[in-house]
């Protein structure tokens, strides 16, 4: 339901503010940490600066860091900056008009999950998401390897290779 813009928006959001004590995290190291490519990563980034979310530094002690504090950033603010905010108004269907009066097969169960989406998604901080990644090791990327960096002592299934 979120582009690929905007969960790779979240996940690098969420790892600097986990890294928040370096003032500026570079963009190198954020792509490389979360294979993500740079190119792409940039973009995006770019339209968190743009949003106010992020502030940019050039040079070489450079890179990206958080535009305000992270309790002061929410989920809300991070999908409306990339996707816009249409997952918390729109027709799931995406049938224009839909509504009480005109309701699609969906309506009726997907404006409450919309709703309760929309409450969480405004509560969850990113102040939240950077401590959860911090404290719990959870994961920001599908890589085996960063797995296995917390779990040494896993092995890839089948013999496959990691």
């Not at 959001?13 to 500026?24: D, G, L, M, R």
């Not at 450079?62 to 504090?69: F, H, I, M, Q, S």
């Not at 027709?91 to 509504?99: D, R, V």
């Not at 009480?100 to 989406?117: G, Q, V, Y």
Request: glycine share 8%.
């Amino acid at each position: 339901m979120l582009s690929k813009s905007c969960i790779y928006g979240i996940q690098a959001t969420i790892y600097v503010a986990a890294n928040a004590s370096q003032e500026f995290v570079p963009i190198s190291q954020i792509a490389s940490e979360l294979k993500i490519s740079f190119h792409f990563l940039t973009k995006v980034l770019q339209q968190l600066t743009q949003e106010g979310l992020m502030n940019s530094y050039r040079g070489p002690k450079g890179g990206v860091a958080l535009a305000k504090p992270a309790t002061e950033i929410t989920l809300y603010d991070l999908i409306g900056a990339i996707d816009g905010t249409s997952i918390f108004t729109e027709c799931m269907l995406g049938l224009p008009g839909c509504g009480i009066a005109e309701p699609c097969p969906a309506h009726e169960h997907w404006t409450k999950i919309r709703n309760e989406l929309t409450v969480i998604a405004r509560r969850l901080t990113l102040e939240t998401m950077a401590k959860k990644a911090g404290e719990l090791n959870v994961r920001l990327t599908d890589e085996f390897r960063y797995a296995q960096r917390l779990f040494p002592s896993i092995k890839p299934i089948n013999g496959a290779q990691a």
